[in-house]
């Protein structure tokens, strides 16, 4: 019997999709390996990170976050901090086109599993700390005059979790990447369009068709903004949890959260304002010894 199997039959009834263990543990080297190819972009993004210590030590936690342009590059950096700060592997609610072979079985090696609602109740009540980004693809991928804007659409799902696992809700903010990258043309100029007929033709949503960006002058690398990260207060489900219309407490909760995080993100914007080390120029007049 394989070690998947053995958990699955510990859990009972609840099964992590495509195989994904319960108890993933990289090891020493997995982690200082992964830390070693984000090093580069640590160094260049220098990130600063606050209210940490919203994200509990233990117990059950959903942690609500945003997405930032293109995603992916932000995320390498939190975990670990979390890790470190906290003791806690986060487990992340991966899009499906990440489940392939390979990218699927790395992720699974650091606590990612398919983003589904059974697999991401099936952790809670295992007492998890679980990030998800209710934006999605959609507020990854983005399109001219969309920065930093969340890109929620109604979306109540993880509201419904919450409340139906009776977890708290921490909001997590995250800004930099696009102050990094400007859009050169968003993925539905038509300048594009070769690109979203090989997306429809690999069976990708055309609404997440990758735009095409620049950082420094004409190039993909990326200006040395600093990345910004907050968690904030966590927010008790218990108000919502017995409501006779399910559908309005989510709704109600989503928009509580949504508050929240917006305000987080604006706590981060006044923090890049007042940061002189924003910037590598000014990064490297602080680090000087006179």
């Not at 050169?184 to 090989?198: E, I, K, N, S």
């Not at 990326?222 to 559908?247: K, N, Q």
């Not at 989510?250 to 007042?274: I, M, P, Y």
Request: glycine share 12%; hydrophobic share 45%.
């Amino acid at each position: 019997m394989t070690g998947n199997q053995t958990d699955t039959l510990e859990q009972g009834e609840h099964v992590l999709t495509d195989g994904a263990p319960w108890n993933p543990a990289p090891s020493e080297w997995e982690i200082r390996a992964f830390e070693a190819v984000f090093a580069p972009v640590r160094a260049w993004a220098s990130p600063r990170f606050f209210g940490l210590d919203n994200i509990p030590a233990q117990g059950p936690v959903l942690i609500v976050a945003n997405h930032n342009l293109l995603g992916g590059i932000d995320a390498p950096l939190l975990m670990p901090q979390i890790l470190r700060e906290r003791g806690r592997l986060v487990r992340g609610l991966a899009e499906h086109v990440l489940m392939v072979p390979v990218v699927r079985q790395i992720l699974h090696r650091f606590g990612a599993v398919r983003g589904t609602r059974a697999n991401c109740l099936a952790l809670l009540e295992r007492g998890e700390a679980v990030v998800v980004f209710p934006g999605g693809g959609r507020e990854a991928i983005r399109r001219k005059g969309e920065k930093y804007v969340l890109k929620w659409e109604g979306r109540t799902g993880f509201a419904r979790m919450a409340i139906q696992a009776g977890v708290p809700i921490v909001p997590l903010a995250m800004i930099g990447i696009d102050d990094a990258y400007d859009i050169v043309f968003d993925g539905q100029h038509p300048v594009m369009r070769p690109l979203r007929w090989t997306c429809d033709l690999l069976g990708i949503n055309p609404e997440l068709n990758p735009p095409l960006v620049k950082g420094i002058g004409p190039t993909l690398i990326p200006r040395p903004e600093r990345f910004y990260f907050s968690a904030g207060t966590p927010i008790d489900p218990t108000p919502w949890i017995g409501a006779g219309d399910l559908d309005t407490a989510a709704a109600d909760l989503r928009d509580v959260v949504q508050k929240g995080l917006e305000e987080e993100l604006q706590f981060l914007f006044n923090e890049r304002e007042r940061d002189t080390g924003r910037g590598l120029l000014g990064r490297l007049r602080g680090a000087l010894p006179f």
